[in-house]
């Protein structure tokens, strides 16, 4: 009887028992009225996300690692045809050519490499996490401070935490709370193809820590003047740490650093 609780802390799961929990949570993945066309959820586990997903979109394909549960799955959802269980990992599927959404109770420990998954697959439209309540505050700015990942994918993804779901919802119950992350895609991008380049350079320079200040690495590859002058127009201290400017900051620097002289 141990083997299934050994599996689990080895695929890092922490099922979501709380049924409340899960209804407010699929109410945050799709908010908008009707259902959403295709969704995607990240490590089905026992269903308690799948069911209130499911009422909320077309069609569901409920990804499951762990080959215990996903015959488990299969059995609760045969009554169900929008849903499809996927026996196997995410991370090695391929994105929908159309546009779709992500949701799930994302592993603590994969947290990282379903982000990047979500921010790569051209045809994604949003992502609502459950993931580890200090990486949601720490990518969504909630400590007044902001991340590369972030910064770097702002033009393109809005990043917001829509809530905190208690440890103790959760079994086996975690050492922490978990966030509620929603990362979504932009209609409209703040930035066109062409500053897009030039955008990731000049954030991906600011976080280098080259020169000791955000200051000293931007003068790496703008004349100090320049630098200068969009300081002032992004209204930031020169000894300001890279991590406390805001992505609207940013983008002012982005802007007076690569209009014409």
Request: glycine share 8%.
């Amino acid at each position: 009887m141990a083997r299934p609780t050994a599996l689990s802390r080895a695929l890092s799961q922490n099922f979501l028992a709380d049924r409340a929990a899960a209804e407010r949570f699929a109410r945050l993945a799709v908010p908008r009225p009707g259902p959403v066309p295709l969704l995607l959820e990240v490590g089905a586990g026992k269903g308690a996300l799948t069911a209130p997903l499911a009422a909320r979109c077309q069609e569901l394909r409920a990804y499951e690692i762990d080959p215990r549960l996903a015959p488990v799955l299969r059995a609760r959802f045969s009554g169900t045809p929008q849903v499809l269980v996927v026996e196997g990992d995410f991370l090695a599927a391929r994105p929908p050519g159309t546009g779709f959404s992500v949701a799930g109770n994302v592993p603590f420990s994969r947290t990282a490499d379903v982000v990047d998954w979500c921010l790569r697959a051209p045809a994604l439209t949003d992502a609502t996490l459950l993931t580890q309540l200090e990486y949601a505050r720490k990518r969504t700015g909630d400590y007044g401070s902001w991340t590369l990942l972030t910064i770097r994918s702002w033009p393109r993804f809005e990043w917001r935490l829509l809530g905190r779901v208690g440890r103790r919802s959760f079994r086996p119950v975690p050492r922490v709370d978990a966030g509620v992350l929603r990362v979504e895609r932009r209609e409209t991008p703040l930035l066109d193809d062409g500053a897009w380049r030039s955008w990731r350079s000049l954030v991906e320079l600011g976080f280098s820590g080259v020169g000791g200040s955000l200051h000293a690495s931007l003068r790496r590859a703008h004349p100090r003047r320049r630098v200068d002058a969009a300081f002032r127009a992004a209204r930031l201290d020169r000894g300001v740490l890279v991590g406390e400017v805001a992505p609207a900051r940013w983008l002012r620097l982005h802007e007076a650093l690569t209009s014409s002289a």
